[in-house]
């Protein structure tokens, strides 16, 4: 049976990663899953936070947030305090890119990425992490160009993506409506060999059963393989 959106059960939503969409940071990415829609950007600078200083090692982290009229209902901006949600959400981009760098090639330099959420229907925080990647490997071109690293320290790519249950169905990169409705709801981050990063499960309304647990990782194992190839696509386009 079809989903609302007429995709399969297994289906990723259109995956669009359009490459140096700003041009002021050293990487950016617009990633478009769907409805979803998330703008990524990436600044190279030549320094460590304080307590990172004289250990020879760098360090990435990462920001997000949603624009007021991300989603039909206007939020308000994150002004003097980050709500939780966002502290959640950015601290798992910030670990995810950080498990594919090598914190001694990239010397004492940080690399600094951005999500902003420009349109919500589901799946933004997995939109961002697929999209930081993108945005991070131009950041770190930049530093080879520059002169300011000798070899990238980037291991492996790295992708994430939503699964769930849904009136018994299991099913890949859920949108809004999925979500909302979703028993079971799960987000997986992977690198490209297939390690795992992270897997965020909860049952919302309902318990989930072994098997049904690993159904969900193997459908998104394969929809990970997928973006990674939506990634690497992007990466070797030569931006205008």
């Known amino acids: 049976m079809a989903r609302n959106d007429g995709r399969k059960a297994n289906e990723l939503r259109p995956v669009e990663i359009t490459r140096g969409y700003t041009k002021n940071a050293a990487g950016s990415a617009l990633i478009r899953c ?3 829609v998330v703008l990524c950007t990436a600044c190279f600078e ?3 936070p304080p307590w990172r200083k004289g250990q020879g090692l760098g360090w990435v982290t990462a920001e997000y947030d949603m624009l007021p009229a991300a989603t039909n209902t206007r939020r ?6 980050i709500d939780g949600r966002t502290q959640e959400i950015q601290r798992l981009i910030g670990r995810s890119l950080r498990s594919v760098v090598d914190m001694a090639r990239l010397g004492e330099n940080s690399i600094l990425i951005d999500c902003d959420v420009l349109q919500a229907d589901g799946g933004t925080r997995t939109a961002s992490i697929t999209g930081a990647f993108v945005a991070m490997s131009d950041a770190v071109r930049f530093g080879l160009k ?3 690293i000798a070899k990238s320290p980037i291991t492996e790519p790295v992708g994430a993506v939503s699964v769930g249950r849904v009136g018994k169905r299991l099913l890949l990169d859920l949108n809004y409506e999925e ?4 028993e079971v709801d799960m987000n997986v981050v992977m690198t490209g060999a297939g390690k795992f990063i992270e897997v965020q499960g909860t049952g919302e309304e309902a318990t989930f059963t072994r098997v049904e647990l690993d159904r969900l990782v193997r459908i998104a194992s394969r929809g990970i393989k997928q973006l990674v190839e939506v990634q690497a696509k992007a990466l070797r386009k030569r931006i205008k």
């Open 76 to 81: 308000r901006r994150n002004r003097s305090k």
């Open 179 to 182: 979500d909302v409705s979703a």
């Open 146 to 148: 520059n002169k300011l």
């Open 34 to 36: 769907g409805g979803t």
């Open 46 to 48: 030549d320094s460590v």
